[in-house]
């Protein structure tokens, strides 16, 4: 080999890894840093970018719990329908799209890839019906009530999951998940299990808002707040299909597609609803209530994008748990707009509910998380074809370019290949 130049000193090569001697210890991985992640400590780089769908999906439930607040509230002050409300959020949230869609210069911008169009439209068809589900609950049950028992999603979309996608499930997972479904009765109530203490308005004041008639459920009769319950169990079954849908779909499409498809199935529904009822079309006649349904609009976009994009980087049943936070945004929301303080069993079922999640987050994905981020874990290939390493040459070009490049021998056996193109045990002989 040649001797030209300084000599190559292994323990200044990141770009393979170092062969400890008995006179100095191996040097510490540089961190790769750049813009504002050099002013941010290493530990939380790390964390943000191995959870970076958890903290997609967890930000989504900021702006879903503002949006369901907003909707419950616009919902009491005026006759619009529930149909007229997803209608004119899901034509904004589509003009969104479309727009964002032939900003990034996608081939396709309307309907999306071809080869899973269908896909998209399952997603859509099963996202309107949660997104029914929804609002359609919040006309006899408190928007804190009817976000706990949706809570049942994240455990049926880890059960999907493991039947449809072959993800892991967890017995902890399954333990949780009954648990959450515990919690979910005691907030929901039901009379026949739980008799007269089922009644949503006790005569201690308990889950009565400061302001009746504006955004709570005072008056709400037992068989309103059942029906209300079922339209909610609707929504869970119909928001853990799309959920499922969308970690499927992954990164196949883009984000803004799969947000598309379900904003289109809505608002063709919704106009067809709004043709074939009998009775006028309400719209809102103030400015009030025009400034309430387009902060819906843009709420809901925004939350309806962090959440695909979330899901889309995350494990259906992993993703599933940050849904469980959009309970404590409710609750202090609900209780900031509306002074609403939640019954004794209310608050059991949700504290309930939250420990079993948090239980689960805790644990989860870690020898996952091990076993993908550990280089030293992954097998080497035993084939012809190079390594995912770059060539030594590549990286004394960029950071290194001090040092003499005449000897691509050198350069490849540091790199694991001798000069036949075959693996070799990585030392310089």
């Known amino acids: 080999m040649s001797q030209d130049g300084p000599p190559i000193l292994l323990s200044s090569l990141t770009s393979y890894p170092h062969e400890p001697s008995s006179n100095s210890p191996p040097p510490r991985a540089p961190v790769q840093s750049d813009g504002y992640s050099r002013y941010i400590p290493e530990h939380v780089v790390i964390f943000c970018t191995r959870n970076a769908g958890l ?186 299909m799309a959920y499922t849908l969308i970690r499927s779909i992954g990164q196949r499409a883009h984000a803004l597609h799969s947000m598309a498809y379900f904003s289109y199935f809505c608002s063709i529904v919704c106009c067809i609803a709004l043709i074939i009822i009998p009775g006028p079309i309400a719209w809102p006649d103030t400015w009030k209530g025009i400034s309430l349904i387009t902060i819906v609009g843009i709420l809901g976009f925004i939350a309806q994008m962090l959440l695909t994009l979330g899901l889309q980087r995350e494990k259906a049943g992993r993703a599933g748990l940050a849904l469980y936070l959009s309970i404590v945004f409710t609750l202090i929301l609900e209780f900031i707009a509306w002074h609403t303080i939640p019954s004794f069993l209310s608050s059991l079922g949700t504290s309930i509910i939250l420990t079993s999640a948090v239980w689960v987050a805790i644990s989860g994905g870690k020898a996952e998380t091990k076993a993908t981020n550990d280089l030293e874990s992954q097998p080497v290939s035993r084939s012809a ?33 001798n000069t036949n193109g075959k693996r070799s045990n990585g030392r310089l002989d």
């Open 55 to 240: 903290l997609y999906v967890a930000s989504a439930q900021l702006f879903f719990a503002f949006m369901n607040l907003t909707v419950k509230y616009f919902l009491s002050i005026t006759p619009v329908t529930v149909y007229t409300l997803i209608g004119v959020r899901m034509v904004v949230t589509s003009i969104g799209c479309i727009l964002g869609l032939y900003v990034i210069g996608d081939p396709n911008p309307f309907l999306g890839p071809p080869e899973i169009r269908y896909m998209l439209s399952a997603r859509g068809i099963v996202g309107f019906g949660g997104l029914f589900g929804n609002y359609q609950s919040f006309k006899s049950l408190s928007v804190s009530d009817s976000t706990a028992i949706q809570f049942l999603a994240p455990s049926l979309t880890a059960l999907l999951g493991y039947l449809f996608l072959s993800e892991s499930l967890s017995r902890r997972e399954l333990v949780a998940g009954a648990c959450c479904l515990v919690g979910v009765l005691l907030v929901s109530r039901p009379p026949f299990i739980f008799g007269s203490a089922g009644e949503p308005s006790p005569p201690d004041g308990s889950d009565v808002p400061l302001i009746p008639g504006e955004g709570g459920n005072t008056g709400a009769s037992t068989p309103a707040r059942m029906v209300a319950v079922g339209w909610a169990f609707q929504a869970v079954f119909s928001a853990s």
């Open 385 to 417: 074809t190079p390594s995912q390493i770059p060539l030594l040459q590549t990286t004394l070009n960029r950071e290194y370019a001090a040092v003499p490049l005449e000897d691509h021998e050198e350069a490849r056996l540091l790199n694991g290949l």
